[in-house]
């Protein structure tokens, strides 16, 4: 991929972006949050957040 097809594709995308209302860049931006993993997961996997659990079914 040549510069120039890069810079094509991230002005193409940035103007589909900026078409957008605001109201659905909104819904957009909080969807992706409400769909992230947890901090523990995202970062470190599964393992931590099942020693995690596991330490607080014995206490």
Do not use: A, C
Not at 17 to 29: D, N, V
């Amino acid at each position: 991929m040549s510069t120039n097809d890069y810079v094509k594709f991230v002005t193409q995308q940035f103007v589909t972006y900026m078409e957008q209302p605001k109201e659905e860049r909104r819904k957009k931006r909080e969807q992706r949050k409400q769909e992230k993993l947890p901090f523990l997961n995202r970062w470190f996997g599964i393992l931590p957040f099942g020693l995690l659990l596991l330490f607080r079914r014995k206490r």
